[in-house]
């Protein structure tokens, strides 16, 4: 009788145990398939961000020519960041193991694009926002942020959570009207 209550009590262990690894393996596998699939925001419309920073004739010229020109280098870029990842691939196909410092030179080379990438960016939006006034680039600080926020990790509970609203944050102020052309500004 003695015998049964511990074997009873060893299976039931076991169960408990088998029980939580199974659901810390179920959690972990939900959350690295929701961070793989995280849509990236769709890029903001140029009409949109115009009217989000109340945007002169002047501004707007302005603003069409740096992107233009800001398209013509990221596209260079990503055609040369593409072409190094496949010569990186065909080594990675072709080549053995033995030939490793091939593959991180390669590597290396993939790393600096990205980092060129990433470089051209920043400055064309340093170029953007030298082109504002103190309320607009505030407002455009703003509309930054929130774009790059759906990538910061968040720790704790997800939101919205179950019982609870979810309450939108304050609404951003409107910008006052760009002075008349010839004024100072």
Same mark, same amino acid.
């Given at each position: 009788?003695?015998?049964?209550?511990?074997?009873?009590?060893?299976?039931?262990?076991?169960?408990?145990?088998?029980?939580?690894?199974?659901?810390?393996?179920?959690?972990?596998?939900?959350?690295?398939?929701?961070?793989?699939?995280?849509?990236?925001?769709?890029?903001?419309?140029?009409?949109?961000?115009?009217?989000?920073?109340?945007?002169?004739?002047?501004? $707007? $010229?302005?603003?069409?020519?740096? #992107?233009?020109?800001?398209?013509?280098?990221?596209?260079?870029? $990503?055609?040369?960041?593409?072409?190094?990842?496949?010569?990186?691939?065909?080594?990675?196909?072709?080549?053995?193991?033995?030939?490793?410092?091939?593959?991180?030179?390669? /590597?290396?080379?993939?790393?600096?694009?990205?980092?060129?990438?990433?470089?051209?960016?920043?400055?064309?939006?340093?170029?953007?926002?030298?082109?504002?006034?103190?309320?607009?680039?505030?407002?455009?600080?703003?509309?930054?942020?929130?774009?790059?926020?759906?990538? #910061?990790?968040?720790?704790?509970?997800?939101?919205?959570?179950?019982? /609870?609203?979810?309450?939108?944050?304050?609404?951003?102020?409107?910008?006052?009207?760009?002075?008349?052309?010839?004024?100072?500004?």
């Amino acid at each position: 009788m003695r015998r049964d209550w511990l074997l009873y009590l060893v299976i039931f262990s076991l169960a408990l145990n088998v029980g939580t690894i199974g659901t810390f393996t179920y959690l972990r596998y939900r959350d690295r398939q929701e961070a793989a699939v995280r849509p990236e925001p769709p890029p903001l419309p140029m009409p949109e961000l115009w009217r989000r920073l109340n945007l002169d004739p002047e501004q $707007r $010229r302005t603003f069409r020519q740096l #992107r233009i020109q800001h398209r013509r280098r990221v596209g260079a870029l $990503r055609r040369e960041l593409a072409r190094k990842r496949r010569e990186l691939f065909t080594l990675l196909r072709t080549q053995d193991s033995s030939d490793w410092p091939a593959v991180q030179a390669k /590597i290396r080379e993939v790393s600096e694009l990205q980092g060129k990438l990433e470089e051209e960016i920043i400055r064309h939006l340093l170029n953007l926002r030298r082109q504002l006034r103190p309320a607009q680039k505030e407002v455009f600080l703003r509309i930054l942020e929130k774009r790059l926020r759906p990538f #910061r990790r968040h720790r704790g509970p997800r939101w919205p959570h179950p019982g /609870i609203r979810h309450r939108p944050g304050p609404p951003e102020p409107a910008l006052p009207p760009p002075p008349p052309a010839g004024e100072g500004g």
